[in-house]
């Protein structure tokens, strides 16, 4: 089955850097991959997602990029702010929906002032 | 209010006593997924169903059961629960063809 690996496990950024999350894939039929936020004590909720048949998606300060090639993509963002602090998973599916996600183990952000 | 609703939040019980923890979504969607999370692991995929009286297994279904009789319900049934399913288990639902997965607030169940 499809296996999604996570980097690095934790992230620590001054408020106003940059942070980068990666994950690669094993199957190469995974055609969505989504991006969850969990803040602390609550549930994920999707921030943004990507499909295969497109290289690079932004919303705001987000973007994801996809490599299918290399079988990777990588969460960007930008102007750190403390809220963006949480935990982030990446996922993969080759079911072009939510059905069948195979979760990344997640990368812990923190975002210091 | 559009929401992905769970019950009981928390539960501790003892090994072998059934249970069972609900789940209701008011979206009208399709599809319905249960998910277990363990630090370190992530999130691991239990069961989904993609309409009613339709389910499939996840990636860590053993020990589990669920049925979708109605469309808004996808209860998660532990026959005989045991230590190894103490976690903080989600329901999620989403429309097919979107993928916006909408996660529930999640149940911490302690099995001892």
């Known amino acids: 089955g499809e296996n999604v690996e996570q980097h690095p496990s934790t992230l620590s950024v001054q408020e106003g850097d940059s942070a980068v999350i990666k994950c690669t894939y094993s199957?190469?039929?995974?055609?969505?991959f989504p991006w969850y936020k969990q803040e602390l004590g609550k549930r994920p909720q999707l921030i943004i997602d990507?499909?295969?048949?497109?290289g690079e998606k932004k919303d705001q300060r987000i973007a994801v990029t996809l490599n299918k090639t290399a079988k990777h993509f990588s969460l960007h963002i930008t102007e750190t702010q403390p809220e963006d602090s949480a935990v982030y998973f990446c996922a993969a599916s080759k079911t072009g929906t939510a059905s069948k996600l195979t979760f990344g183990t997640g990368t812990r952000l923190q975002v210091t002032l | 209010e559009a929401q992905v609703t769970q019950n009981p939040r928390y539960l501790i019980t003892v090994t072998g006593k059934k249970l069972t923890v609900t789940c209701s979504q008011n979206m009208n969607h399709e599809y319905m997924s249960w998910y277990r999370q363990d630090p370190g692991l992530g999130l691991r995929q239990i069961y989904y169903?993609?309409?009613?009286?339709?389910?499939d297994k996840g990636d860590v279904p053993e020990g589990y059961k669920v049925s979708r009789k109605e469309k808004r319900n996808f209860p998660l049934i532990l026959e005989s629960p045991s230590p190894n399913q103490t976690s903080l288990y989600f329901c999620?639902?989403?429309?097919?063809?979107?993928?916006?997965?909408?996660f529930g607030p999640g149940t911490r169940l302690t099995v001892t």
């Open positions: 199957d190469s039929a995974s055609n969505y």
């Open positions: 169903s993609m309409n009613v009286e339709v389910t």
């Open positions: 990507i499909r295969s048949n497109v």
């Open positions: 999620a639902s989403s429309l097919v063809q979107t993928g916006e997965q909408y």
